[in-house]
């Protein structure tokens, strides 16, 4: 198979969706701003019920991991996840090793 891309909407749809089920609300009422720092590296921070909350690399892993099995089907590791920064933020996953 190769590899799967996930864009940077579908990232934010993933982490939307996992904290929208994490905290019980509508994905309607979760809003993500993604960033990546040189000190930090890959956060995103979420809007829950006018309540702020950053997310570190892992996390935000934990949910496109939970998005791909859900959206495409495909069971993936931690390790076959990697993000990666260029005009915009994007997921690849390697699907090769399935």
Known sequence: MGTTILSMD????AICMHMA???????????VELSWEEDTGYTAEVWVGGRSQFLVESNMI???????HSEYGIRAYREDVRLELDDEITAVVNTSNL
């Open 10 to 13: 579908e990232i934010i749809n």
């Open 62 to 68: 934990e949910a496109i991991l939970r998005y791909t």
């Open 21 to 31: 089920e994490r905290k019980s609300v509508r994905v309607q009422d979760v809003q």
